[in-house]
């Protein structure tokens, strides 16, 4: 899966690394949904890092669509809300 964060680049992320990343999105979902902006700053940087961490950097010459794309780390709720897609921000 090809994952975009805004402002940085793209990411290759192994399937393994999938399920893990629906967690966190469902975490940065409730922290949106019930209000909580720590929690969703916590959530959002959670989800990037484990993006950054377990994924590698396409190459720069590198062409190819976003399976998904993610907020840049300082990016407001009603930000994020507009890149929600019907199952969050990772699919699946």
């Not at 402002?7 to 966190?24: I, S």
């Not at 990037?48 to 907020?71: C, E, K, N």
Request: aromatic share 4%; glycine share 8%.
């Amino acid at each position: 899966m090809i994952v975009r964060i805004l402002t940085e680049g793209q990411y290759e992320v192994p399937d393994t690394l999938v399920d893990h990343l629906n967690e966190l999105d469902n975490a940065v979902l409730a922290a949106l949904d019930s209000g909580d902006d720590e929690e969703f700053r916590v959530s959002l940087a959670a989800l990037l890092a484990a993006v950054r961490a377990g994924g590698s950097p396409t190459p720069h010459d590198f062409l190819g669509s976003s399976d998904a794309t993610l907020p840049y780390a300082d990016a407001t709720a009603e930000e994020v809300r507009a890149l929600l897609k019907p199952d969050g921000l990772i699919p699946g």
